[in-house]
């Protein structure tokens, strides 16, 4: 893709997120909200003629067949993105895809070696490691400025009532495909060695919830890190969590107020002395990161962006199938 033109992004579905997407991608001057896609005619136009967008297709597949389209983003239900993703990699398209990525780490893997095989862009939408944020906070860490980190708490809970995008697991329902998924984004950022890899999970743990469906709705997960870190996260699609991220180290702590849109980060110093608080530059939604990062990784002929590769993507895939294992949360799709 050339440096100077705008990405022309498809979108693939008319739900919650692909109006944030397109409320988002309207106010970029480096893309184009130019495509969508429903399952329906009218539902496709109407989204198209109240966000202004160009082309409105009435099948997923029409909107991965129109040769102008630079990106699609798959914002269907998690249950709904690898049948959509496998068919733009097959057709050469190159894709973002919401969070969770996929159903389980099997899908993940699948569509992961068939991108690679075909030479295809893909990436998963997981919006909170492309914000400026993550800079700004592993710097704080790599200065030294909180000591050695030894504890990372995290909180994301929004009440959601009886969604059947939570609740049903042939919609891969519960709470940590949608909300977990963050919490685990949040330790696996923010405990990086010196060369930014994430430190390695020695043990992980959890206990769950669950609804009357058999989905967790509310969950504590405990990990040990190799380098003497804990992390405890919490994650609930029952309560209006504070949504708190904190970084506890031997000389201060870091407090992020809301891990899945952080605006302030604070540092405290010994004995909780505040010493500052940062505000992440002026945003849109805090969703064009992700945009943006697809498109310079495009431009300059990556298959995969920097800020959230691949082997992440599937990493944290298999430490959900893995509490999803314990914890006796099944989806159709791990049959196989
Ligand atoms: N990054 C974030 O902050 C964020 C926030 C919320 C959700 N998400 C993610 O975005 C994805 C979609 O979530 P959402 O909240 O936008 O869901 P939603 O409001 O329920 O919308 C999902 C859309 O998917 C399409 N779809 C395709 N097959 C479907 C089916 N069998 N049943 C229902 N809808 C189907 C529908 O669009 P058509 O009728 O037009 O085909 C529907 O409008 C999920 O993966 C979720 O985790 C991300």
């Known amino acids: 893709m050339e440096h100077d033109r705008k990405m022309r992004i498809g979108i693939i579905a008319t739900g919650w997120i692909a109006e944030k997407a397109a409320i988002t991608i309207n106010e970029m001057e480096e893309c184009e909200a130019f495509a969508v896609a429903s399952r329906r005619q009218e539902?496709?136009?109407?989204?198209?003629a109240k966000w202004g967008i160009t082309r409105a297709y009435e099948s997923y597949s029409e909107l991965i067949a129109d040769p102008d389209v630079d990106l699609v983003y798959v914002a269907t239900p998690h249950s709904h993105h690898f049948d959509v993703t496998r068919e733009a990699i097959m057709a050469g398209k190159p894709c973002l895809v919401e969070k969770?990525?996929?159903a389980n780490a099997r899908e993940a893997s699948e569509i992961i070696s068939l991108a690679k095989a075909r030479?295809?862009?893909?990436?998963?939408?997981?919006?909170?490691?492309?914000q400026p944020?993550?800079?700004?906070?592993?710097?704080?860490?790599?200065e030294g400025r909180i000591g050695q980190p030894r504890l990372v708490t995290a909180t994301l809970g929004y009440s959601m009532g009886e969604k059947p995008r939570i609740m049903r697991a042939d919609f891969c329902g519960g709470a940590l495909l949608d909300l977990g998924v963050y919490a685990l984004n949040f330790v696996r950022m923010f405990c990086v060695n010196g060369d930014g890899k994430s430190t390695d999970i020695i043990s992980i743990d959890g206990h769950c919830v669950k609804s009357v469906t058999g989905m967790?709705?509310?969950e504590g997960i405990t990990m040990v890190l190799a380098d003497g870190v804990l992390a405890n996260v919490q994650a609930s699609a029952a309560c209006v969590g504070d949504n708190i991220g904190v970084i506890a180290g031997t000389e201060g702590n870091i407090i992020i107020d809301n891990i899945n849109n952080p605006q302030t980060i604070t540092v405290n110093g010994p004995d909780r002395t505040?010493?500052?608080t940062i505000h992440v530059p002026q945003q849109i939604t805090g969703y064009e990161y992700q945009f943006l990062a697809c498109r310079q990784a495009l431009i300059d002929g990556l298959l995969e962006p920097r800020e959230m590769p691949l082997a992440e993507t599937l990493y944290i895939m298999r430490l959900m199938d893995n509490l999803r294992n314990k914890w006796g949360v099944r989806?159709?799709?791990d049959k196989n």
């Not at 539902?43 to 198209?48: I, K, M, P, R």
């Not at 944020?133 to 790599?142: E, K, M, S, T």
Request: no cysteine.
């Open 133 to 142: 944020a993550v800079g700004i906070v592993r710097r704080i860490i790599q």
């Open 43 to 48: 539902t496709a136009d109407a989204f198209a």
């Open 100 to 102: 969770a990525f996929m």
């Open 274 to 276: 505040f010493v500052e």
């Open 119 to 130: 030479g295809v862009f893909l990436a998963e939408a997981i919006w909170t490691r492309y």
């Open 331 to 333: 989806y159709p799709m």
């Open 216 to 218: 967790d709705i509310t």
